[in-house]
């Protein structure tokens, strides 16, 4: 894989770990201002 | 309820990066979740960083600066630049490093991002286009993520297997 692919899946894992804790919170309208 | 795709694709040629994703929540509660503070703050920095705001004006010319917090204590301060506003359609910002008091390091690009909200139903989808000046900037920022954050994803690849 060259450099550049690693990276892009890197990004990518960075992105939907953000996005999976963004729909957790959304789920709990409780959750949204701390 | 599934999870999401996220649809990622990438225009070497012309530096840019898009990510699309949608959320099973309504335009409304998406966009505070991307306009407030304290609730960037508990989503923003993918595990196991932490986002920390210090400061955050949420209007053209403001801007929001953070420290994004590693595990060990270290961190990376952020700040982004608020261009453009159309409230619960747009956002147009730019995204620099910088010190704790917001003064932007010129030796690190900054990378120009267009966040697009759109609803439709009970869904809401958010596009983000993800720009660099010049293929240089793109290739630091490149060498950047490779040499210091692929321990990271792979962190995000073990916890994201363990869910």
Request: glycine content about 4%; proline content about 4%; hydrophobic content about 35%.
């Amino acid at each position: 894989m060259k450099e550049i692919d690693i990276w892009v899946e890197q990004f990518r894992a960075t992105w939907e770990t953000r996005f999976d804790q963004l729909d957790n919170l959304l789920k709990n309208p409780k959750n949204n201002k701390s | 309820m599934t999870k999401r795709e996220t649809v990622f694709s990438k225009d070497l040629a012309n530096r840019k990066l898009t990510v699309v994703r949608s959320f099973d929540a309504p335009l409304e509660r998406v966009w505070s979740a991307w306009s407030e503070s304290e609730i960037l703050d508990q989503w923003w920095a993918p595990h196991p960083y932490k986002a920390v705001t210090k400061t955050m004006d949420f209007r053209e010319g403001g801007f929001w600066l953070y420290n994004m917090m590693g595990p060990t204590g270290d961190g990376s301060w952020c700040k982004e630049s608020y261009q453009k506003i159309n409230p619960e359609e747009l956002i147009i910002n730019a995204v620099s490093f910088c010190d704790e008091d917001g003064n932007i390091n010129m030796e690190f690009p900054t990378m120009h991002w267009k966040k697009e909200f759109s609803e439709n139903e009970s869904e809401t989808t958010v596009t983000i286009e993800i720009t660099y000046d010049k293929e240089a900037d793109m290739e630091m920022i490149l060498q950047m993520g490779f040499k210091e954050g692929f321990t990271a994803g792979l962190d995000n690849l073990e916890q994201y297997l363990l869910q």
